[in-house]
């Protein structure tokens, strides 16, 4: 005779938070390798990597494109809340 059991079955689901201002802006400023208040573009680039851009250096040409204002090839100080606000916009989360 059969007997029969019940099958569970569990399905386990990967939450994702959209990552906060100040979380971006971190990150950021962490990776000024040099410290000299600037993110240059390989900076920019290893910050998207942190951050889990698929492909950050298009990211870090496109972050210069879109919040470096005065064209030095950095983002300054002044540029940063521009690089963030461009950042937080592409949808960024922790996993």
Do not use: W
Request: glycine share 8%; charged share 20%; with cysteine.
């Amino acid at each position: 005779m059969f007997s029969v059991f019940p099958i569970h079955f569990h399905i386990h689901k990967s939450v994702t938070i959209p990552i906060s201002r100040e979380k971006v802006q971190q990150i950021f400023k962490k990776h000024d390798a040099n410290g000299d208040g600037c993110l240059s573009l390989e900076e920019l680039a290893t910050a998207y990597g942190e951050l889990g851009s698929i492909i950050p250096n298009l990211r870090a040409h496109l972050s210069l494109f879109h919040a470096d204002a005065n064209g030095d090839g950095k983002i300054n100080s002044e540029e940063m809340e521009s690089l963030v606000n461009y950042a937080m916009s592409l949808g960024y989360h922790i996993k």
